[in-house]
């Protein structure tokens, strides 16, 4: 097995590709005046933002446990901590092709970018969910690059670093408007995810494992769906207009409402059935959610 590389700042990225380092913080690289081959399934993990914009040939990606054939006009977006495994199609050594924007945190400190930095829950999506753009939209995120890259190799001044994340953060925003506009056109797939996890929820409090597991998790139902908890997040908000935490707290609610009729079951009964290991636990739950506590709402 490769010995992983560790890639700590953008100029330790920039010397493995043979491109000038421009800015300490952030760069924009165009592969094809590159010419250094990686090793045929060689990781790496990075402690930068990355993201990868292909243009030309199909590549091999593995993240985590995941493959993707990688196809031209799509994103990837790497999270700082995330390890990623690029070959060629056939598992030859590969010669990266098309873009990539990569910058470290230490760019966005004091920017109003670093606290809305969470909220672009693409970072944490599989390589699988990756964002395929149209025609339009190619052209709209080359010239995102193209201005990055402009300030980049301006001559630094008291407006670099605002007008490098302004147009970072125009950048991320097209992107949050582009995977909007991917969720719509994949409505019959992802109708077919929304009705899978009604049918994974009902399966799941039809069963025991409320009682041995507790009240399931995003992550739970994302992992039976092979998805990032992130993406199954924002798919089932798209469609539905609830979050997939919503659903699960609406079932808990449903089913407690079910058993609090129970005759000869005590509040405490139904509070161990539906998981909370703390009764206490469950009558707030059920008060913030239906405006009584389970015993007042018995009384109603």
């Given amino acids: 097995m490769k010995k992983v ?36 399934g060689q990781a790496i993990t990075y402690d930068l933002y990355i993201v990868f914009f292909k243009t030309e040939k199909p590549c091999s990606l593995r993240y985590g446990r995941s493959n993707y054939d990688y196809q031209a006009g ?27 924007l990569l910058f470290h945190a230490d760019l966005l400190r004091g920017t109003s970018l670093a606290r809305s930095m969470k909220d672009y829950n693409f970072f944490s999506y599989d390589v699988h969910e990756a964002l395929h753009l149209s025609d ?13 890259d402009y300030e980049i190799k ?31 056109t994949r409505d019959h797939a992802n109708a077919g995810i ?14 025991d494992k409320l009682q041995t597991d507790g009240v399931p998790s995003v992550a739970f139902f ?13 798919l089932i908000k798209k469609e539905t207009g609830k979050t997939a935490l919503d659903h699960i707290q609406a079932k808990v609610i449903e089913v407690a409402k079910e058993k609090i009729f129970t005759p000869d079951k005590s ?21 913030q959610q239906v405006g009584h506590t389970p015993k007042e709402y018995r009384s109603l």
């Fill in 5 to 40: 590389i560790n890639i700590h700042t953008v100029n330790q990225y920039n010397e493995m590709f043979g491109a000038e380092t421009f800015h300490p913080l952030v760069s924009v690289i165009d592969f094809s005046k590159t010419y250094t081959l990686l090793p045929a």
């Fill in 74 to 100: 799509t994103l990837v977006f790497i999270a700082p901590g995330q390890v990623l495994t690029v070959e060629d199609i056939d598992g030859k050594d590969y010669q990266p092709k098309g873009h990539a």
């Fill in 136 to 148: 339009q939209e190619r052209e709209i995120v080359f010239e995102c690059f193209r201005k990055i």
């Fill in 154 to 184: 301006h001559a630094i001044d008291k407006h670099s670093k605002k007008l490098i994340v302004s147009n970072l953060e125009l950048f991320l925003n097209y992107c949050v408007r582009f995977y909007d506009r991917q969720f719509i």
């Fill in 194 to 207: 929304v009705e899978k996890f009604e049918g994974l929820l009902n399966e799941y409090f039809n069963s």
């Fill in 222 to 234: 994302a992992n039976d769906l092979h998805l990032s908890a992130n993406y199954f997040g924002d």
């Fill in 267 to 287: 509040i405490n009964d139904v509070a161990y059935e539906l998981g909370f290991k703390y009764p206490q636990h469950f009558i707030r739950f059920f008060k």
